[in-house]
């Protein structure tokens, strides 16, 4: 194996072995307790691992799981007359309800569509934000600033939840 690949894999289990397994526990109760529907949110390979988590949550725990970017023509549509910035909490304020639940990814904390998504829900439902340690919210951080490794560990959140 080559060093570069040593080191991202050792990173990556380093980032693994500091997460707080009480937010992976409060996260997995998050999503058993919601009575309503689950929104999980991202951009590019966030958006990937939320799609996927979707899938996986409808499939082992039979919640209705949905990532609002999957139905692009509603998605484009908004994004085109409105904008991008507020794409997705435009169509939060239509879909959204107290007893939903909405989980934000974000490698950055910092993308603008997200961080509107997250300050328009969290005064309806709960809402939580997982980032990396650049955020501009400190909700649930994952103790790095890289991407892959940021998209490599919420995949291991979400599998690790919904593993049966």
Do not use: P, W
């Amino acid at each position: 194996m080559h060093i570069k690949e040593l080191d991202y894999f050792n990173e990556l289990s380093e980032v693994l072995n500091s997460l707080v397994i009480k937010r992976v526990q409060d996260l997995k109760n998050s999503i058993l307790n919601c009575k309503g529907t689950i929104y999980i949110l991202g951009n590019g390979g966030s958006s990937s691992i939320a799609s996927h988590a979707c899938n996986d949550i409808l499939k082992v725990f039979k919640k209705d799981a949905r990532n609002l970017a999957d139905n692009l023509a509603v998605f484009s549509a908004f994004s085109n007359d409105i904008n991008y910035e507020s794409a997705l909490s435009e169509i939060l304020k239509i879909v959204l309800k107290e007893n939903d639940l909405v989980i934000c990814l974000s490698t950055s904390g910092k993308s603008k569509n997200i961080l509107n998504a997250y300050n328009y829900s969290k005064n309806i439902c709960k809402t939580i934000f997982i980032s990396g340690n650049t955020s501009l919210i400190e909700d649930f951080v994952i103790q790095s600033s890289n991407t892959q490794i940021l998209e490599d560990t919420y995949s291991a959140i979400f599998h690790s939840i919904c593993a049966v």
